[in-house]
């Protein structure tokens, strides 16, 4: 109770090459997202939520489209992401792995 | 704007061997702590607050206590505090990094 190890939890594939783990509480989540389809000739298409997102990347490389603005970021650089600011990521390297803080929860993510 | 690298940060001392850096929107905080005075011999003496975290172990390895129960946590393993349970870690290896991700903000750590 309280603890997620990466070794036991059930991966959610979200699309081909990605997959996802996740925790939360009542107004934080946090999502582990592993990409394994890099690397990208460009931005995925930008999306946006209301919610509040920050976002550390763990390893890889990507760049971080934040509105109109795309900026390189290596293991070590955060991210941070206004509601409803549309924004997107492009893979540089074959593989990445982002950590994805969330509040509220993304409720979309536990159905 | 938006963007945090680990590069150009300036880090807070939080304490000998404990350095943090930052990001935060209106409700949602994320924390990169990095511990280079492991290994420890016993957790750190619980503390509590209202916020609720989520942590990740990006490098290292920890105990984590959540209140009476304690957990060997390795690299993507992450732990979640609701509000005021009291929690510690140990470090078990010389060096760890975690991200504490906390929601409402810890206004202190802005000061």
New interface residues.
């Given amino acids: 109770?309280?603890?997620?190890?990466?070794?036991e939890v059930t991966r959610t594939t979200i699309s081909q090459g990605t997959s996802r783990y996740l925790?939360?509480?009542?107004?934080?989540?946090?999502v582990?997202i592993d990409f394994e389809n890099g690397p990208a000739s460009q931005p995925d298409p930008p999306h946006s939520h209301p919610h509040?997102?920050?976002s550390?990347v763990?390893s890889g490389e990507i760049n971080?489209l934040?509105g109109n603005?795309i900026?390189h970021?290596?293991?070590?650089?955060?991210?941070?992401?206004?509601p409803n600011?549309p924004h997107s990521i492009q893979l540089l390297t074959p593989k990445a792995r982002l950590?994805d803080?969330?509040?509220p929860i993304r409720q979309e993510f536990l159905k």
Avoid: C, W
């Avoid at 109770?1 to 070794?7: P, T, Y």
């Fill in positions: 109770m309280g603890v997620i190890k990466q070794s925790a939360h509480l009542s107004n934080l989540m946090m582990v509040e997102q920050i550390y763990v971080v934040l603005e900026t970021l290596r293991p070590g650089d955060i991210f941070t992401v206004p600011l950590i803080a969330f509040s």
